[in-house]
């Protein structure tokens, strides 16, 4: 396990120790500094091992856009679920954005991907700005790992699932969908059947949860070969937004969630 450095993580993103909110922030805004988080959940055995923020072009709101970092375990205290590892993932800004939310997250170990899952109903924890934001992360850490037995038994009955090739379709245009929005077809540079190729041979199976995992890496990684609608050769963007990088990760594992209930429904004869 690669422990990111205090150094790597003013490197990737320097909104983590940002010692004042943006100028826009009214009186009330109760400020912790992303870092006085970070240090608390390391103090409980989680570790920073991934950190980046989103892109900004006015160099005074570098410090105060939206970042996420994800935490792991130590090695023998690690969770798995399935082929993939327990993550926690907290998202911030001091730019009146957004609140602190913290997530449950799955790092797959075969594909080196991140993933993010929201947890039934709750789907993460958020939490206001205020001086009560570090108890109440850890206190939503242990809420969120009690969920872990909950998500393993989600990821089994997706491992159990076979798509057909059109269900596998459809899936992967629903995905082009919440990426691109409605009119993806005008929008896309791909295909939805270029979502479904495998990077590699372990990925090849027709299960539900693989292709989930196609899927999200393809989109989220990007590099895939497509034409713009000028006909040009292109390649898809991974995606590099914090924002988006969440958006796309929830939507994405509650259509799988989707499909599974669709395929536990008693077919009519």
């Known amino acids: 396990m690669n422990t990111l450095s205090r150094d790597q993580l003013y490197r ?18 109760g400020f912790v500094p992303t870092i006085n988080v970070v240090d608390a959940l390391k103090g409980e055995g989680w570790h920073p091992v991934r950190a980046q923020q989103t892109r900004v072009r006015n160099p005074e709101h570098k410090n105060t856009t939206r970042h996420m970092v994800r935490f ?4 023998d205290r690690q969770i ?11 998202t911030n800004s001091h730019d009146r954005t957004a609140a602190y939310q913290l997530d449950l997250g799955l790092f797959r170990l075969i594909c080196s991907n991140g993933m993010v899952t929201p947890v039934g ?37 997706f491992q159990s699932m076979r798509l057909t090739p059109e269900e596998s379709h459809i899936f992967a245009q629903s ?8 009119d993806w077809k005008e929008v896309s540079p791909i295909q939805p059947d270029a979502l479904l190729k495998a990077r590699r041979s372990e990925d090849r199976d027709h299960n539900l949860w693989r292709i989930y995992n196609r899927t999200q890496e393809n989109l989220l990684k990007g590099g895939l070969p497509g034409r713009s609608n000028s006909g040009r050769h292109t390649r898809t ?28 429904q008693p077919r009519a004869t």
Do not use: C
Not at 72 to 75: A, L, T, V
Not at 243 to 261: I, P, Y
């Open 12 to 29: 990737n993103a320097p909104a983590i120790f940002a010692d004042a909110p943006d100028l826009s922030v009214s009186n009330r805004y």
């Open 121 to 157: 109903d709750m789907g993460g924890i958020r939490v206001r700005h205020g001086k009560q934001v570090v108890d109440q992360i850890l206190d939503g850490s242990i809420a969120l790992i009690d969920e872990i037995p909950n998500i393993a038994g989600t990821v089994e009955k």
């Open 80 to 90: 798995l679920v399935g082929d993939s590892i327990a993550e926690l993932v907290l």
């Open 72 to 75: 792991r375990q130590d090695p």
């Open 175 to 182: 995905a082009l969908t919440m990426r691109y929005g409605e």
């Open 237 to 264: 963007r991974a995606i590099r937004s914090v924002t988006e990088d969440v958006r796309l990760n929830r939507a994405l594992w509650q259509l799988t969630e989707h499909f599974a209930h669709l395929k536990d």
